[in-house]
């Protein structure tokens, strides 16, 4: 209790802790034995303090005695049992067993508890009340005090969501190495025994250069009783290893790490105002698996983005093509200026935005993440853009010089040109709402936005084909039943294309 910073209080709505969830552990635990930091007795006040820090592994309280200093420290059980002479037997202080009490450490670390140690002293009083580190000598060890903290709730599974999005997940902790092995066990995180490295290790491998820490890291998962300084150095040497490395923290000393990992992300409940300050993100609920819904959402959306790209290119080049073969052939325009503005505004505007919304397909953490120097025109985007516009484009063109060949006026031929351009952009619609599946596995309530507007653009189209005004003005009119299921006929050949192109790709690159 007495070597402890944190602060436990009952509220109205409960028990409250503030500060570190270890101390305020053994606070809850020492007032379930009768004892509370408010009933100290005045001789027993404090007169000095050495507070944890990682690189000590433990921390020690100074207590006026009667007749001298009381000392009681808590940390890490080797650290302990090293300054202590002595251990407590039935009350009584005996020789201490180091073997024994390791072995007691060793058999609560396997549990996947994290364990520590407890020790007491008795000191003459200082002059100059100056107490730190070289008093801690000739110790009674105490015990030893196994703790538990539970994983949450759906950890086990965002860690196995992370393996089949191509993440691999790494644990850097202070912990006993086979407390952190059970703890990653029980998570689910994927290791061998030789990939469980300690810090001693990092420092031998640093200490010999960036190319031997690199060799560890590569090879590494589990990394146990690290110091904060080598946390930032693994992930720097993760980064050297070509990973893209996000880092979870909430300490002052997870600071560095955060600022240099290419994601910074911060534990907002428990987290520093430091380590807040030095990461990208910070996750509200101190939850894992919120960090991997996260990374599902940033896929849903980039996905979006590329979907909305893909269509806006590609009808795009599609009309440009078809002014590019049909004016250099001396052949009429194929739209007016009015028919192109109706084609893009009213038709291709409502599309584009219902595509934006598009929901998450399902399986998006069963893709290997893409490189972050990979263009949203990548190889594939590009050779479906072209594939698109050659029979968006090339098509069109070649029905408008059928058209015009075989009798048609040019006020006819484009009428028919404008209504096949506004289904090969409906089709296109509806082919861009899926990279990777078909058409046909795309279920049409889960963007019922969508279906509503390419819907109701072709009503529009087709009521201006029969209001006077608008005819007129875009110089359309009705057209029969052949000629529509030609055309339908002609735009339905873009989906042929375009599920020719997923099945090869996925043939090409294995996706699910």
């Known amino acids: 209790m007495l070597p402890n910073e944190a602060l436990l209080r009952r509220e109205v709505d409960g028990w409250k802790g503030m500060g570190d969830t270890v101390d305020v552990a053994l606070l809850a635990a020492a007032r379930k034995g009768g004892l509370a930091k408010e009933n100290v007795p005045e001789h027993d006040r404090l007169i000095g303090r050495i507070p944890y820090e990682p690189d000590l592994k433990y921390a020690a309280s100074f ?117 952190a092995s059970a703890i990653a066990r029980d998570a689910g995180i994927p290791f061998e025994d030789d990939q469980v490295v300690t810090g001693h290790a990092v420092r031998d491998a640093e200490a010999k250069g960036e190319s031997a820490l690199d060799d560890l890291t590569r090879r590494a998962r589990i990394y146990a009783r690290v110091e904060p300084a080598q946390k930032l150095a693994i992930v720097l040497s993760l980064a050297r290893n070509g990973h893209f490395v996000a880092v979870t923290g909430d300490g002052v000393n997870d600071a560095p790490a955060l600022k240099h990992a290419h994601v910074g992300v911060a534990m907002g409940r428990k987290g520093t105002d430091v380590a807040k300050e030095s990461a990208d993100i910070i996750v509200t609920d101190d939850n894992f698996a919120s960090i991997v819904a996260g990374i599902r959402e940033g896929r849903v ?93 090339v098509g069109g063109f070649g029905v408008f010089w059928w058209l015009l060949a075989n009798g048609h006026t040019e006020s006819e031929a484009r009428n028919l040109l404008l209504l096949l351009f506004v289904l090969f952009e409906n089709v296109q619609t509806f082919n861009s709402r899926s990279e990777h599946h078909s058409i046909f596995r795309q279920g049409l309530v889960r963007n019922p936005f969508l279906v509503v507007g390419v819907v109701g653009v072709q ?39 375009m599920e020719i192109e997923k099945r090869w790709d996925k043939r090409m690159t294995k996706l699910p």
């Not at 009705?478 to 299921?485: G, N």
């Open 459 to 497: 009503a529009l189209h087709i009521a201006a084909m029969h209001v006077p005004v608008l005819s007129d003005t875009l110089g359309i009119a009705p057209v029969s039943p052949v000629q529509w299921s030609v055309l339908l006929l002609i735009a339905a050949s873009l989906i042929v294309v």
């Open 63 to 179: 207590h006026q005695a009667e007749e001298d200093v009381r000392i009681f420290v808590k940390g890490a059980p080797e650290t302990l049992i090293d300054m202590a002479s002595r251990m407590d037997r039935d009350g009584e202080a005996v020789a201490i067993d180091r073997d024994s009490l390791l072995a007691q450490k060793e058999e609560l670390a396997a549990r996947g508890l994290r364990v520590l140690a407890f020790a007491e002293g008795r000191i003459a009083r200082q002059p100059n009340g100056d107490y730190g580190h070289g008093h801690l000598v000739d110790l009674v060890f105490l015990g030893l005090a196994g703790m538990q903290d539970p994983l949450r709730p759906g950890v086990t599974e965002a860690i196995a969501a992370c393996a089949g999005a191509g993440i691999e997940v790494a644990m850097v902790t202070g912990d006993d190495p086979r407390t």
């Open 301 to 393: 959306s980039y996905a979006n983005i590329r979907k909305v790209v893909f269509l806006l290119v590609s009808t795009g080049a599609a009309e440009m093509v078809l002014f590019l073969l049909a004016i250099p052939l001396g052949m009429p325009l194929p739209l007016t200026a009015v028919q192109l503005l109706w084609l893009n505004l009213v038709t291709n505007g409502v599309q584009d935005v219902a595509l934006a919304a598009e929901g998450a397909e399902g399986d998006e953490l069963s893709y290997p993440p893409r490189s972050p120097r990979e263009p949203i025109f990548n190889r594939v985007m590009l050779r479906r853009v072209l594939h698109s516009t050659i029979v968006m484009g």
